[in-house]
């Protein structure tokens, strides 16, 4: 079996491993091209390009997946078959090159949570349990015949950098054995339902300013939803607070603080009024500080209860 491996980030490494670990001919590997990172902003390697310099793979970068020299380039390879994962969307003319097609791995029980943040939303929007899929591509994104499932629970605090290398896990298993029905021609898909899709948009900086007037619940699924990254944010005398943790340990409602307003101060506490109740503030990142606990967070900087949160 002759497979290209298409990838970017993280998540899209131990999918690579496996394959490669199992035997696999990773005849190519097609990555994005070096971008700025960090606070520095300096030029470096996706982590699939470093797993694949690592470990001698060919290693494709092109600008543009619709290069007519790119796609002449794969066509020669010879491919078997073409594994997506965390990667652009693939023109018609790239994911019908290989004699089995091509299968994505996405992060959701499609057809919910299509999109690019389906992890985000998943936690956002408070459910119970997520998972991940593969499914042949066709040209109408996330929408081909499903493959194979994979259910995950998902903890009241869980947060999405949790969720995704959780399912960056699982879902390298799933790589694997949809890899394996294909080879042995026992591949069964099925459809997805249309009347069950709901979408998964990328989200945004803008978007991550919390509301303080929803419910508690609605909070703190907000900031585990987006932590660690892009992370929900809020403003305290014109400097941005990251918000990284918070927890539900109280439901008191403080009638005469508005939403926003800090309602407990105490060395280790920091309590949020909220729409029906307070949210305990956990893990926080100043504006030009580093990230860091509630109680080394209130040794060095100056809360009392009436002070609020926009």
Aim: aromatic share 8%; charged share 25%.
């Amino acid at each position: 079996m002759r497979i290209v491996y298409m990838g970017t980030p993280e998540f899209a490494v131990p999918s690579l491993h496996l394959l490669r670990t199992h035997g696999y001919d990773i005849i190519g590997v097609v990555t994005a091209p070096d971008r700025p990172q960090g606070r520095g902003q300096r030029i470096g390697p996706s982590p699939v390009k470093h797993y694949a310099l690592q470990h001698q793979l060919p290693l494709y970068q092109p600008e543009s997946l619709r290069d007519a020299e790119f796609q002449t380039t794969l066509a020669s390879l010879r491919p078997d078959l073409i594994v997506v994962v965390a990667f652009r969307i693939l023109p018609k003319e790239v994911f019908l090159i290989p004699r089995f097609g091509s299968f994505n791995l996405h992060a959701s029980l499609l057809p919910k949570y299509r999109g690019a943040a389906p992890i985000n939303w998943a936690l956002i929007n408070g459910e119970k349990e997520t998972g991940v899929t593969t499914f042949f591509l066709q040209e109408k994104v996330d929408t081909g015949s499903i493959i194979l499932q994979a259910r995950v629970a998902i903890g009241p605090d869980t947060t999405a950098g949790e969720l995704h290398d959780t399912l960056s896990e699982v879902g390298a298993e799933i790589v694997l054995h949809t890899v394996r029905l294909i080879e042995r021609g026992n591949v069964v898909t099925w459809p997805q339902d249309e009347t069950l899709a709901t979408p998964a948009p990328k989200i945004f900086k803008d978007d991550c300013r919390i509301r303080w007037d929803r419910s508690p619940q609605d909070v703190h699924n907000f900031i585990r939803g987006l932590s660690p990254q892009p992370c929900a944010w809020t403003k305290h005398n014109e400097k941005t607070l990251r918000i990284y943790r918070s927890s539900l340990d109280t439901l008191i409602i403080h009638e005469d603080c508005p939403s926003g307003t800090v309602a407990r101060v105490e060395s280790d506490r920091l309590e949020v009024s909220v729409r029906g109740g307070t949210i305990s503030l956990r893990e926080v990142q100043l504006e030009g500080r580093k990230r860091m606990g509630i109680e080394e967070f209130l040794r060095g900087y100056q809360l009392k209860v009436g002070d609020v949160f926009r």
